[in-house]
């Protein structure tokens, strides 16, 4: 029987993918997804050994046939984007504006427009210490990061189907189409958040996202002790919505020096990394109702 749970955060910098890499630590024997593409850091934290790379092509790209364009210039005004312009005395496309829509291709009267695939990212697969790592690199001003992290999910979901792992996911921050993507099908979101007016009202944007989806929701509050009256009342609200406060991990040097050593803090020891313990060991005690894998 295994699970999936999401590390995910309103904001950037509340310590998620240390929260991640840490409870990895923990569980030992487990599965990790790193779904922040556009920006991945885990592989920075978590030993590795890289096992394959495969190229990912999610989006597609209007390209005009030269030979049989004759520059009607009837695409040009379907286009709502704006990706076809003249110039140079012809018709052509601008990639980075393009969103493969298709429009262009349907009322083209020569057949000479189509939609060809183009290069999203790279997907990776690592041997981490507890088990598989999936991970990927959206490619540079490439969109259809959502997909990218559908990509990533599927890789770690296999991975765990064969080995019968659990699977631990390190999201992205914010509550865009890659944090959609990253909770749905999880059993448990773990949401890390800091002690500001900030952090609360970006974590309760990732509380709704979980709510939308009947997600069992947990909330660890990260470097709580900068400011214990906001730590209470983020946890005051959470109470107020019926959401468990699984923890408080207090500031800590030890994390910047695991960083440094790229390893999780729990290899390093100290206040954050008993706390991230405990936090495990609470979280364990309330997990959800157990699921295959298959059944997601």
């Known amino acids: 029987m295994t699970y999936q749970l999401a590390v995910v955060s309103g904001k950037g910098g509340t310590g998620k993918t240390t929260v991640a890499a840490a409870l990895a630590d923990l569980a030992g024997s487990v599965v990790m997804a ?126 765990a189907r064969a080995s019968g792992q659990d699977v631990i996911i390190d999201g992205a921050p914010g509550t865009g189409c890659v944090v959609i993507s990253t909770m749905t099908g999880c059993q448990a979101v773990l949401a890390v958040t800091e002690p500001t007016k900030s952090g609360w009202h970006d974590l309760e944007r990732a509380l709704n996202v979980a709510e939308h989806f009947r997600i069992a929701t947990f909330v660890a509050i990260n470097k709580w002790d900068i400011c214990p009256e906001m730590t209470e009342e983020i946890e005051e609200r959470c109470g107020e919505r019926k959401v468990t406060v699984v923890g408080r991990i207090p500031w800590d040097p030890a994390v910047a020096e695991a960083m440094t050593r790229q390893k999780p803090v729990t290899q390093i020891g100290g206040p954050a990394a008993e706390a991230i313990r405990a936090i495990w060991a609470e979280m364990s005690a309330r997990r959800p109702r157990q699921l295959r894998i298959e059944e997601v």
């Open 34 to 159: 790193d779904c922040d593409v556009e920006a991945p850091n885990l592989h920075l934290v978590l030993p590795h050994e890289t096992l394959r790379e495969q190229e990912f092509y999610g989006n597609r790209v209007a390209t005009i046939d030269r030979e049989a364009c004759i520059d009607c210039g009837v695409c040009e005004p379907v286009c709502r984007f704006g990706a076809i312009r003249w110039k140079d005395g012809e018709y052509e496309v601008e990639d980075a504006t393009c969103e493969g829509c298709g429009a262009c291709t349907f009322v083209c009267p020569q057949d000479a427009v189509t939609l060809e695939p183009r290069r999203t990212g790279t997907v990776k697969l690592a041997k981490a210490p507890g088990g598989s790592f999936a991970h990927a690199e959206l490619a540079l001003a490439a969109d259809g990061s959502g997909k990218l992290v559908t990509e990533v999910r599927q890789l770690a979901t296999a991975e």
